[in-house]
């Protein structure tokens, strides 16, 4: 089992910024990939980006491209997402999860977060 925890979120205005903290316990941090996801009401899961086992791989959806970026250390058991450019349609629930898979599929992940609340006004 992995134990995943989120933070960092909160309100911000457009064009702002946030780091969202995902801090793993459990399994050794490692062996997993990790991914961000988020969840606007009445809309699907949506990928943000994942991160590789080592970090050398990284993927960021087009939507976030440029804007954010996922990082992990791996010391610390933690996998980050820093948000710039924060615009209004970035509101979400944001989740992290953990795949033994490298992988943008949802349901490719096998642990997942409670989840934190990004909400960006305009």
């Known amino acids: 089992q992995v134990q995943l925890v989120e933070s960092g979120g909160g309100l911000v205005q457009a064009g702002g910024s946030l780091r969202l903290s995902c801090a793993a316990s459990?399994?050794?941090?490692?062996?997993?990939?990790m991914g961000w996801f988020r969840q606007a009401p009445g809309k699907e899961r949506e990928f943000v980006g994942d991160?590789?086992?080592?970090?050398?791989?990284?993927v960021h959806a087009d939507s976030v491209k440029g804007r954010f970026t996922i990082s992990r250390d791996n010391a610390k058991n933690t996998v980050y997402l820093h948000m710039n450019s924060l615009k209004p349609e970035d509101t979400a629930v944001y989740y992290c999860?953990?795949?033994?898979?490298?992988?943008?599929?949802?349901?490719?992940?096998?642990?997942w977060g409670q989840g934190t609340q990004v909400t960006v006004s305009s």
């Open positions: 999860a953990a795949s033994s898979h490298y992988s943008t599929y949802s349901r490719t992940y096998d642990y």
């Open positions: 459990g399994r050794t941090f490692s062996n997993y990939a």
């Open positions: 991160i590789s086992w080592s970090g050398s791989s990284l």
